[in-house]
């Protein structure tokens, strides 16, 4: 239950905000043990693990998702706009907290086409200002992610981008392994 505290702290909004500009990006890695082993040596702080399941609805513009994790009761709701690219990529995001999950699913349901489901083993670690996803998804592989909360302004973009690529050499991730897609559309 400590572990999804930790998690819930983690993924509320700085001030209460329900939007935010990510710089973030996505890479298929062959195996999770060496970027745990570098992160620890980098001292990135752990969070925590995490089993999560996104429900992806059909919307006519952006993603649309039902974000559940498992022994919290409460959910997200949370709508992305991002570009479809093998780089750095801005994103808007939008995230609704949920407490009656069932119902707001089962409504949602109703109203709304379900695309796909991912389901996924998160570990969440935090490095200078960037969290760090290993995510293990179920019938698509292993992935590191990164996201880093940026101003809006092109200038605090463009510096978060050059985060992000120096985070990737550090790491040792190659430039060819970006996934453009999100799980949604690989699945």
Known sequence: ????QRLSTTL??????TEQTLVELKARVENLNSFRKRLVELRAKRVGSFRQIDTYLEVPKGRLKLRQTEGDMKAQLIYYERGNVAEPKKSSVFIINL???QSFKTTLERVLQVK??????REI??????QIHLDDVRGLGTFIEFERETPENSESVRKSREILERLMKTLGIAPQSLERLSYSEIV
């Open 125 to 130: 670690c935090r490095y200078k200002g960037t």
């Open 116 to 121: 796909v489901t991912v389901d996924k083993t």
């Open 99 to 101: 407490r009656d999950v």
């Open 12 to 17: 509320r909004l700085q001030k209460g905000r």
């Open 1 to 4: 239950m400590e572990e999804n």
